[in-house]
């Protein structure tokens, strides 16, 4: 069983940088497809970006490129989110995720055997 725990999200403005931790405990992420997904205010779950146990390749939401980055840190078995030049619309409930998805269903929830609570970023002037 493998236990998430997002953390760092807050209330910026818009263009600020943020960045996001999901530390898992009772399992290395190491073996696992770790993806954060969003749920903005009033919408469906998304995909943002994920980093994949196989060679570590990462991808991302077309909305997000060029602006997220997601990287982990093995020692503390930590994924994070770098989120810079941050837009009113990346207002969201963001959550981590762990799983074992093929490369083309990396975007699908359902994949995904284990989540965590989720961390709340608001961007706002």
């Known amino acids: 069983q493998v236990q998430l725990v997002e953390s760092g999200g807050g209330l910026v403005q818009p263009g600020s940088s943020l960045r996001l931790s999901c530390t898992a405990s009772?399992?290395?992420?190491?073996?696992?497809?770790v993806t954060w997904f969003r749920q903005p205010p009033g919408k469906d779950r998304e995909f943002v970006a994920a980093?994949?146990?196989?060679?570590?390749?990462?991808h991302y939401a077309n909305s997000v490129k060029g602006r997220f980055s997601i990287s982990r840190d093995t020692a503390i078995n930590t994924i994070y989110l770098q989120m810079d030049g941050l837009k009113v619309e990346d207002t969201a409930v963001y959550y981590c995720?762990?799983?074992?998805?093929?490369?083309?269903?990396?975007?699908?929830?359902?994949?995904?055997?284990?989540w965590g609570q989720g961390t709340q970023v608001t961007v706002s002037s």
């Open positions: 009772g399992a290395s992420l190491g073996t696992y497809t």
């Open positions: 995720a762990a799983g074992r998805p093929i490369l083309s269903a990396i975007t699908t929830q359902s994949m995904y055997y284990y």
């Open positions: 980093r994949r146990s196989s060679g570590g390749t990462t």
